[in-house]
């Protein structure tokens, strides 16, 4: 884990259902009452996706909590988000997205140095029978790490 991050959340089910080819790190643009419901882990984005539009990276489906503790000046916990990217990333984004099968989630959420960041992957839908595999494989490897395990404790 590097310095100065920690994790918030992270999206497994979007490691079972997509296949990652790429990711990128970027900022949020965050209100103030929602940059204090994320550092509290108020968050849940299982069925988030990012669009391009304009331009500029949205996050949709993202919901952060109220927050607690404020007055009645609090975020809409369901508006959309946007990513902060560089224009030749979001260049790549956009003639990846364009490409068939291609769409953009949120991967993880942490604070990096008091920052709130995302891990935006570029993923591609996986079929039943890569899901199937991917649980074959993960059966696998556990009973190995079993096997060696008891082999090490004699």
Not at 63 to 92: C, G, M, Q, T, V
Not at 93 to 104: A, I, M, P, Q, S
Not at 109 to 130: A, E, I, S
């Amino acid at each position: 884990m590097a310095e100065g991050r920690k994790i918030i959340a992270e999206n497994r089910k979007a490691r079972f259902d997509y296949f990652i080819e790429e990711t990128y790190e970027c900022g949020l643009a965050l209100e103030g009452t929602e940059v204090k419901s994320v550092k509290n882990g108020s968050i849940s984005f299982p069925d988030s996706f990012a669009e391009i539009q304009n331009g500029e990276v949205w996050v949709k489906n993202f919901h952060i909590s109220e927050y607690a503790f404020s007055s009645i000046f609090n975020h809409n916990p369901d508006r959309p988000k946007k990513l902060l990217l560089k224009r030749d990333e979001i260049k790549r984004l956009t003639r990846k997205v364009d490409e068939k099968g291609y769409t953009l989630i949120p991967i993880d959420f942490y604070l990096k140095n008091g920052r709130v960041k995302m891990t935006l992957g570029v993923c591609k839908g996986k079929k039943q029978y890569d899901k199937r595999a991917t649980i074959k494989d993960r059966d696998i490897n556990r009973e190995l790490q079993r096997e060696f395990s008891k082999n090490l404790r004699g």
